[in-house]
């Protein structure tokens, strides 16, 4: 998977991929149509995010939610974003795409490093695949270890 590389690229000991929602499925119409799809420990374990968190749940999620997981998690990071400067998703990202610091409103190009911007559209099964990786900083000692989240995370 691409986030390996960028995480092994980046030097980070490990990471822990996370989700803006519990509810999976390739297809965002179905995802937001659920009854409760952020899920009931979604953002508890969201909120638990720290180390680099590297933001990459495209353009296509509801401002509503997005705003609501910006409240939980602290300074991100991104690796691109869309032509309207949301975070872009991992695989819609160039392989060298540089990480920089991230907030709303702000394109990756402006910030302290240029990222490559990436299209709006994901592709076929990333459309509901909203991503928050957590980057393990390799100069912490503590052990890395695997671990999912309800939301059906991989680690």
């Known amino acids: ?19 803006l ?10 995802m937001l149509a ?4 952020v899920g009931l420990d979604n953002d508890r374990i969201v909120a638990r995010a720290t180390g680099t968190v590297v933001a ?3 353009a296509n999620d509801a401002p509503a939610r997005v705003a609501g997981a910006l409240a939980l998690l602290p300074r991100l990071h991104v690796l691109g974003t869309t032509k309207d400067g949301h ?3 991992p695989l819609c990202v160039r392989a060298d795409a540089p990480l920089a610091e991230w907030a709303p409103g702000l394109s990756s190009d ?19 695949d909203p991503q928050i990786a957590v980057q ?3 100069s912490d000692r503590q052990k890395t270890r695997d671990s999912a989240a309800p939301s059906g995370s991989i680690a």
Do not use: C
């Open 1 to 19: 998977m691409r986030h390996f590389i960028f995480a092994k690229r980046e030097g980070f000991g490990g990471k822990v991929i996370l989700n």
């Open 21 to 30: 929602y519990a509810f999976r499925t390739k297809y965002t119409k179905v």
């Open 34 to 37: 659920a009854g409760d799809p």
């Open 56 to 58: 990459g749940w495209g």
């Open 87 to 89: 975070p872009g998703h």
């Open 110 to 128: 402006q910030g302290e490093d240029s990222a490559a911007s990436v299209a709006d559209a994901l592709p076929s099964g990333a459309a509901s």
């Open 136 to 138: 393990n900083d390799p």
